[in-house]
């Protein structure tokens, strides 16, 4: 019970601090490289190898956040929907006010996973068709 009353008061707190994390790491990472890929010669690279690894630099964080932040909110929606359900459960009747309520906010973290997510695929496609074409370009020296 207590553990509940737990996840109940910090499920959706504890979610979209974590989903804002990552949306804040996408924001850092993104300007970073956009710099990163503006300054960029590679003609001052000794090989290929060399130049790949400094392009792709910080693209994992991106891949992990686009593919993980959809996992983070619906675990939000599953917390939030079974925190429903005991409420319903314990009360005894159903509210569909209180139900439809319920599920709005559940709903909501699952939201906030695509919301990161999908930016972050957009940001994470640019980049790597960026560090193709520099490639590209360096194999062509």
């Known amino acids: 019970m207590e553990i509940l009353n737990f996840l ?34 590679i003609k001052s690279y000794k090989n290929a ?35 429903t359900f005991y409420d319903m459960g314990m009360a005894g009747g159903v509210d569909a006010k209180a139900v439809m309520v319920g599920m709005s906010l559940a709903l909501k973290a699952t939201a906030i996973g695509l919301l990161v997510a999908i930016p972050t695929l957009m940001i994470y496609n640019a980049f790597s068709r960026k560090v193709d074409i520099l490639m590209t370009r360096y194999s062509s020296l």
Do not use: C, H, Q, W
Not at 16 to 37: D, H, W
């Open 49 to 83: 190898d060399e130049l790949e690894i400094a392009l792709t630099k910080n693209l994992t964080t991106l891949y992990i956040i686009y593919s993980n932040a959809p996992y983070v909110g619906l675990l939000g929606t599953v917390a939030g929907i079974m925190i």
């Open 8 to 41: 109940k008061d910090n499920v959706e707190i504890g979610i979209i601090v974590v989903l804002g994390f990552m949306g804040f790491l996408v924001v850092v990472y993104t300007f970073e490289r956009l710099f990163f890929y503006a300054k960029v010669n």
